[in-house]
């Protein structure tokens, strides 16, 4: 499916700007995609998300299987009818909550057998099974089941693992094509590379997702506590082995230099939710780096949470309140600080595609991040 349409390119970089065809309107890119798991944002409304400009979110497969139930979410329409977000939803496999949350699992051929961490039922997640649900859920892209692998594991353990991600990939594969052909389902099946840190595992794993041609590629067991230095080496050898013209999806990124190093890559679209669990931890992003309301400093400042930020938070509350509400516990400083960061977030990608359109992303990134880590040893 020709689903991807290359904007612009940056002049040095391997950054470029697209338009991504979906099921329920367009998406610019690239794009950060908020994570809403339980199908909503946390303490953030569909309004709020349509008035920051998101076009497009995520979903877990995981937790909404366990409750409310694939069968239910497709007698309710869908994502879509269930919580009247008409724009788009990624749905991602449940495969990583499978593996972080299951005290019990095991991987056999079939699939992967697991307790829910809810009730403690047993469940058996296959690739065709997945690929079905994510179908119920009229997901506009899905992904395949695969095994994930955590930093720091055996090369043995790795190349295991990424055997059974291919074979259940052929599987998804195929049954996602079924699933077109009786059901009319016009959701979008992504691959995921993965290979762990390994140099080899990685190419394998990219030239076997890349010949597959399938409407886009996402790269899996990146941010999953690597430093940054190992981070950029993986992700730029994975993408020199992965064709230009599909979108790609770095999975779980969300801090401005792991986002913007993505971009300059090549990468078009990443998700993740540290911009909303932060905030309810009292952590806020700013173009001066992060900075935390707790401290007691903000007692009485009665400044802006970023003065150069133009989101309704910024325009209206100061460091003080907000302050104020975390400490108090107020339901109010979760869905304002969350607003503020995923604002923040899709302001800066905004800005990075107008850098890419006009050819000056390499000094727009330099820029930007040189700013937010001033007060570390960070330089870009």
Request: contains cysteine; hydrophobic residues 35%.
């Amino acid at each position: 499916m020709d689903c991807f349409e290359i904007k612009n390119k940056d002049s040095s970089t391997r950054a470029r700007t697209g338009v991504l065809h979906l099921n329920h309107g367009d998406v610019q890119t690239p794009v950060f995609m908020p994570v809403g798991t339980n199908a909503t944002v946390k303490a953030i409304t569909k309004d709020d998300l349509e008035e920051i400009g998101f076009e497009i979110i995520l979903a877990n497969t995981y937790h909404l299987y366990l409750r409310p139930g694939a069968d239910l979410l497709q007698e309710a329409g869908g994502l879509h009818g269930f919580t009247k977000w008409n724009r788009n939803f990624l749905t991602d496999s449940g495969g990583f909550q499978v593996f972080s949350l299951s005290q019990l699992r095991k991987i056999k051929e079939e699939g992967v057998t697991f307790q829910s961490h809810i009730d403690g039922s047993r469940h058996l997640f296959t690739p065709e099974k997945v690929v079905d649900i994510q179908r119920k859920f009229n997901s506009d892209i899905q992904m395949q089941l695969d095994v994930c692998t955590g930093f720091g594991v055996e090369y043995k353990e790795a190349k295991n693992a990424l055997a059974v991600t291919s074979d259940w990939l052929l599987r998804a594969k195929a049954e996602w094509e079924r699933q077109i052909d009786q059901y009319d389902y016009k959701g979008l099946l992504f691959p995921i590379v993965q290979g762990n840190f390994f140099k080899d595992l990685r190419q394998e794993s990219a030239k076997f997702v890349d010949d597959l041609d399938l409407p886009g590629i996402a790269i899996g067991g990146l941010s999953v506590g690597e430093n940054f230095e190992t981070y950029s080496e993986t992700l730029h050898y994975t993408v020199e082995n992965l064709s230009e013209k599909k979108p790609k999806y770095v999975m779980g990124i969300g801090t401005p230099d792991f986002i913007l190093e993505a971009i300059e890559n090549g990468i078009d679209m990443f998700d993740c939710v540290l911009p909303t669990r932060n905030a309810r931890n009292g952590s806020f992003f700013t173009k001066d780096g992060p900075i935390s309301i707790k401290k007691e400093i903000f007692t009485h400042d009665y400044s802006p949470i970023d003065p150069e930020c133009n989101c309704k938070v910024c325009k209206t509350y100061s460091r003080s309140y907000m302050r104020h509400l975390y400490r108090n516990n107020e339901i109010l400083s979760a869905m304002l600080s969350s607003y503020h960061n995923l604002y923040f977030l899709n302001n800066m990608v905004k800005e990075a595609r107008e850098a890419i359109n006009n050819g000056n992303f390499a000094d727009y990134k330099k820029n930007f991040l040189n700013r937010y880590f001033a007060s570390t040893a960070r330089r870009f």
